[in-house]
């Protein structure tokens, strides 16, 4: 039975929406931050009053009760315009507000998703440090309980939302002893301007250069016991859940950027004359785009099939590695080709395409590089490896 991929109407409702916001609003703001390196301020604080940082989040803590496929159209709609905002929301939504919806106390969802769903605060997720990117089983940071605190000491690096004004929390994770004497690794809510947590000058980066991304420093940084975020010891799981559904997340983003590629590459190619008609009279532009578009939609059907068995409660591990494996790689490929139909003036920073370009290779690293993805993958699919055979 073939799967049916097709939008409610409340879903297109907001698809829609949000496509309008990206085209009216960020559009034609967001080159001017870009090329200024400067955070978005205005364009968040108009998706916090459209409630898209709460949109998979229940009623009673703020947000809009929607689901993460809400959330993932939105992304993708962004993206076709500027990942910068994309990705900005990604990071906020699905690493800074759901872990704590997902493991949160009772008291630490009422203490914080109201702020985090309506934008006025950003929340950011601490693990990647700077001597294990893929490895996050070897963090070094550490938490010692100490009396109602825990003391917590450490760096971690490219981590996203973490030094806006408006950035209310980072939740880390440490190495922390276990009741049965043992150690694991734990996830704790560190407040913004918590003493001894150092936000270093943002990172000069290639590409997401209207997004927020520092490194972090953490030296003797004392926070209330009751800050800790789940179980004790089961950070490293709940964060490769996190990490799973936000899999699904930047696979959206990934496919929008894609799409946007080919929205440029086509007016561009009506527009563009050369030898006396438009370029994309050229059977060679032709198949570029028509290869563009193909490549963009089984991205996006790659997605939603990810997306549609998470909200079935159905295993979804391998589809978000497929899923995030193929439209980084996408992305990456209709960005290139976008560039070349546009010749030079693909290479101008005025073009949109440029900024695609840029963005485009970060989404082949960030949240699991494509390594780990065919890793993932492999794992589901029961290959045999060494250490099973020992």
Not at 34 to 49: A, K, S
Not at 127 to 156: F, H, M, Y
């Amino acid at each position: 039975m073939p799967l049916d991929h097709r939008l409610s109407p409340e879903h297109e409702e907001l698809r829609r929406t949000v496509e309008a916001f990206a085209h009216d609003v960020v559009a034609p703001r967001i080159a001017e931050h870009y090329e200024n390196h400067t955070f978005p301020y205005d364009i968040v604080r108009e998706m916090g009053r459209m409630g898209l940082f709460g949109l998979p989040f229940p009623e009673e803590y703020g947000g809009m009760g929607g689901d993460y496929l809400a959330l993932c159209l939105a992304l993708e709609e962004l993206a076709r315009v500027d990942s910068s905002v994309a990705i900005t929301l990604e990071a906020g939504v699905s690493l800074g507000a759901m872990p704590i919806h997902r493991f949160g106390t009772e008291e630490q969802k009422r203490a914080w998703l109201p702020r985090l769903c309506s934008g006025e605060a950003l929340g950011a997720f601490g693990l990647t440090e700077p001597g294990c990117g893929s490895d996050a089983g070897g963090t070094r940071t550490t938490a010692v309980l100490d009396g109602d605190s825990w003391v917590i000491n450490g760096t971690k690096s490219f981590i996203t939302n973490s030094g806006t004004d408006i950035t209310g929390l980072i939740t880390v994770t440490a190495v922390t002893a276990l009741p049965d004497g043992g150690r694991g690794i734990s996830a704790i809510i560190v407040p913004a301007g918590t003493p001894g947590l150092t936000v270093a000058p943002p990172y000069s980066k290639v590409g997401w250069n209207a997004s927020d991304t520092h490194e972090l420093s953490l030296a003797d940084v004392r926070v209330p016991a009751a800050n800790l975020l789940g179980e004790p010891g089961r950070g490293y799981a709940q964060f490769l859940r996190i990490l799973d559904e936000g899999r699904i997340a930047i696979s959206a983003l990934a496919t929008g950027l894609a799409q946007g590629c080919v929205d440029e590459s086509v007016r561009y190619a009506g527009e563009r004359e050369a030898f006396g008609r438009p370029i994309g009279d050229n059977q060679a532009i032709q198949f570029k785009l028509a290869d563009m578009e193909t490549r963009a939609h089984t991205a996006r059907v790659a997605w939603r099939d990810a997306a549609s068995r998470l909200l079935a409660g159905e295993p979804f591990k391998k589809a978000a590695a497929i899923a995030k494996l193929h439209s980084s790689d996408v992305a990456v490929v209709n960005a290139r080709e976008a560039t070349q139909i546009h010749g030079g003036y693909g290479f101008m920073n005025e073009y949109p395409v440029a900024r695609m370009w840029r963005d485009a290779k970060i989404l082949e690293i960030g949240e699991g590089t494509s390594e780990v993805q065919r890793m993932l993958i492999a794992r589901e699919l029961r290959v045999p490896y060494a250490a099973s055979r020992s």
